[in-house]
């Protein structure tokens, strides 16, 4: 038998499947062992609990900190080498369904206690004694959470109250906490419990279409709940402007362009922006500043509403696609919801129970009191949340949730999992991005050492060499000088090609979101000569917006307006947003240079206003303060009246970077935070 036979090959083939054979075979091992053990003979792999008693009382008093939250074997969490296929597929899909369900429910527990909390801290106002004027600048910084969370929170469980029947299915774990969220918009105290009844034989996307007939009519059927059901859903047909996704080709300087608009918008509006809100004020000051003769009609322009029924189009095409991709797995499996077989999922707290006593007396508890318990609940939730983004980036990325019967990730996470199918997608990039660099970042996440928000912003600037010094600065400095330093090194990797590490400490930085603007090179850009040879940009990246209908026309018309024929369309926009710039910065400025200095923002740590600014004084002129640009800073009007004037917020030091503050100051000389400028020093 010679090298290259055949046989050889025959024989090499085989050994390759009999190898992932068994490395896959392992991998499955340490759930399915579990699993199948005193199954008392349930057959189609009907998911087994039970997962909660492996942990015993004991073990879990020894355990450090929240590690009692850890119930995967860690050999799950790493996805195996080998491919997955034939039956072994049906078989990984039922363990990590068993896990990850496991995984939710102890989530939803969270997400209960706290509700329980967030009312209580809504009531209070307790983000005031702690030194944060706003709620949403409190929930960014010490909880690293979306700002609307804690509001959703505290409403749901206000409505409960006149819910009995709801609130006792919550807390007993009946159902979960997106559905409750949804059967609260049309629930009553008479029809709370026949509404209760309903979900327990409903499907997620009935329930769904039950509840947005319920609001319509007041009186929804079976079969309009079905019909509902099936059909393709276009939004809420109240909403004249339904949002589209806009994407645009630019070079890096382009985008580092867009990076000074965005800052230059935000000072404007005197309000951070996303950047889509950003998008539609550099449209609008370039369609203001168009030509005379182009608005007036001396340029063709295509029909508005032919632009506007376009994008319509391929957004109802999208959804239309991903409607028929139910269909068609419907009519192949019969189910796009999952099989008869799958088991309900397991909705106890399992370990999770032991954070319940955080729940408790709530209504006696001052503001720093309410933190702490929030911030513990958070780090809970995060661990958790650590284990559930391993699995779900296993079984999304092989697609294993089609082998349980469903059809998407939306229908699985939603109907399965009971959480937004976004909070999926979110974990999964958190995770995919661990798996780029070493177990470090991983590690940092899960145990709650960076937040979900900081683990966000440092993804862009992540690799091997410098993640333990970005880390190690995401939890020394404030979310928002974590953005600003962020920002100025993918300014930098964009002229050198290279991601650098974080900036010294007492390193000066920019303090917007962006360097500032080479005035020279935004004129040139404004008024430049048109180019042939460049129909692409150099180092191409997209800009992806989702904006409204009306946002995304304004866009084709200010393209069209402002092309120079036969100008590429990514130079076109590169223009039009230096048009925007020129623009905004010839507008005469505030003769104050402390704001100018401070970059049109209020300096308290963590602050996101840029409206109503104050010019203080750090050592008050009562107090012999003198009038230097050293002892003189921006607050804002709600920081300086209700921060530092009541004595919440103190500060001293010299400014810009030597200001020294404290938040949170309570008689008997105690603060929550005390920091350099945005740096911490001590942090309860």
């Known amino acids: 038998m010679t090298h290259g036979s055949p046989c050889v090959k025959t024989s090499k083939k085989a050994l390759q499947v009999a190898f992932s054979f068994v490395i896959y075979s392992l991998w499955i091992w340490a759930g399915l062992d579990a699993f199948f053990s005193g199954s008392g003979g349930v057959s189609g792999g009907a998911i087994i609990g039970g997962v909660f008693d492996a942990i015993s009382l004991e073990q879990q008093q020894r355990t450090e900190g929240l590690s009692f939250l850890d119930i995967v074997d860690p050999a799950l969490m790493h996805p195996p080498d080998a491919a997955i296929r034939g039956g072994w597929r049906t078989d990984a899909a039922v363990v990590l369904d068993r896990e990850l369900t496991s995984l939710a429910s102890m989530d939803a527990h969270c997400r209960v206690l706290q509700a329980r909390l967030s009312r209580r801290f809504l009531q209070q106002r307790a983000w005031r004694p702690l030194g944060f004027v706003r709620l949403p600048d409190y929930t960014r910084e010490r909880l690293g959470i979306a700002p609307r969370t804690l509001e959703d929170d505290a409403r749901v469980m206000t409505l409960l109250d006149a819910l009995p029947a ?46 947005r007939e319920l609001e319509t009519t007041g009186t929804p ?11 393709v859903e276009t939004g809420n047909a109240e909403n004249t402007d339904p949002e589209v996704r806009l994407r645009i080709v630019v070079s890096r300087t382009g985008r580092r362009l867009f990076r000074v608009a965005h800052e230059l918008a935000s000072r404007s509006a005197g309000a951070p922006l996303n950047a889509a809100q950003s ?14 003769h182009d608005a007036a009609g001396g340029r063709w322009l295509p029909p508005l509403d032919g632009m506007a029924q376009r994008f319509l189009a391929n957004h109802q095409n999208r959804e239309t696609r991903g409607e028929a991709a139910i269909r068609g797995f419907l009519a192949e499996a019969g189910v796009c919801e999952g099989f008869d077989w799958l088991a309900c999922p397991r909705r ?28 513990v609940i958070q780090r809970a939730a995060q661990r958790i949340d650590s284990q559930m983004a391993a699995l ?19 229908l699985y996470v939603a109907s399965r999992l009971g959480f937004c199918p976004s909070k999926a997608w979110s974990l999964i990039a958190i ?13 940092a996440w899960r145990d709650g050492r960076i937040s979900h928000l900081a683990a966000v912003v440092l993804m862009p600037v992540l690799n091997d060499r410098h993640v333990r010094a970005w880390i190690e600065r995401a939890r020394s400095v404030t979310l928002r000088r974590l953005k600003d330093e962020v920002a100025a090194a993918l300014a930098a990797a964009d002229e050198n090609n290279d991601l650098p590490a974080p900036p010294v400490a007492g390193a000066r930085i ?4 962006s360097p500032s603007a080479d005035l020279e090179e935004v004129q040139m850009r404004a008024d430049g000569a048109v180019r042939l040879t460049d129909l692409h940009p150099h180092g191409a990246v997209h800009l992806t917006f989702r904006v409204p209908v009306s946002v995304a026309v304004l866009a084709e018309t200010a393209f069209v307006v402002h092309r120079r024929h036969p100008e590429a369309r990514w130079r076109t926009f590169e223009r039009i947003l230096a048009m925007a710039i020129r623009e905004w910065t010839s507008v005469p400025r505030h003769r104050d240079p402390i704001f100018e200095r401070d970059g049109w923002r209020c300096t308290v740590p963590a602050c996101s206003s840029r409206r109503n600014l104050h010019d203080h004084h750090v050592t008050f002129r009562s107090h012999g303060g003198g009038n230097a640009q050293d002892n003189r800073t921006t607050v804002c009007a709600a920081h300086h009246l209700h921060g530092i004037h009541a004595g919440i917020v103190k500060a001293s030091g010299p400014a810009p970077d030597g200001i020294v503050w404290e938040l949170g100051c309570r008689p008997g000389g105690l603060t929550l935070m005390r920091l350099v400028g945005d740096v911490y020093a001590t942090c309860r």
């Open 166 to 211: 709801l609130r006792a299915a919550l807390e007993h774990g009946e159902i979960g906490w997106t559905t409750v969220r949804t059967l609260v918009r049309v629930a009553t105290r008479e029809n709370d419990a026949s509404l209760l009844e309903y979900a327990g034989t409903m499907t997620t996307r009935k329930l769904e279409a039950f509840v």
């Open 221 to 231: 059927s079976a079969d309009q709940a079905d019909s509902s059901a099936g059909a």
């Open 279 to 292: 998008l539609e004020l550099v449209l609008a000051e370039a369609m203001a500043a168009a030509p005379a």
């Open 348 to 375: 106890g707290a399992g370990p999770a129970a032991q954070l319940d006593a955080l729940g408790r007396d709530v209504d006696a508890l001052d503001a720093v009191e309410l933190d702490r318990r929030l911030r």
């Open 392 to 410: 779900l980036r296993i079984g999304i990325d092989r697609r294993l949730f089609r082998e349980i019967g469903f059809a998407t990730v939306r």
């Open 431 to 443: 995770e995919r991005a661990c798996w780029r660099v070493n177990s470090v970042f991983r590690e």
């Open 510 to 513: 920019p303090v917007d979101d």
